[in-house]
């Protein structure tokens, strides 16, 4: 579908449009469109609990001391790879 617009008596109307000549509806309102748009977007975001929850968990393994033992220890290793030079 590829959007489209129109003044007509001063007003501005907006409206998607189907290429194909076989479909029955050639055009359709714009913001009729653009709310089942917005409707199936909404169906894949996560509950906001969830979120918070994935946030929360997400904070105590960035703050957690292992995780900034194991860094300073990676980067000390003598096994570490060198660039040629």
Do not use: F, W
């Not at 076989?22 to 969830?50: N, Q, T």
């Amino acid at each position: 579908m590829r959007g489209e617009a129109h003044v007509q008596m001063g007003r501005e109307i907006r409206y998607y449009r189907r290429p194909n000549i076989g479909c029955r509806a050639r055009r359709c309102p714009a913001a009729a469109a653009e709310a089942v748009v917005l409707a199936r977007i909404a169906e894949g975001v996560l509950p906001d609990p969830v979120i918070d929850r994935a946030r929360v968990e997400l904070r105590t393994r960035v703050e957690t001391p292992e995780a900034v033992q194991t860094g300073k220890q990676r980067a000390r290793s003598p096994c570490r790879r060198r660039r040629p030079r």
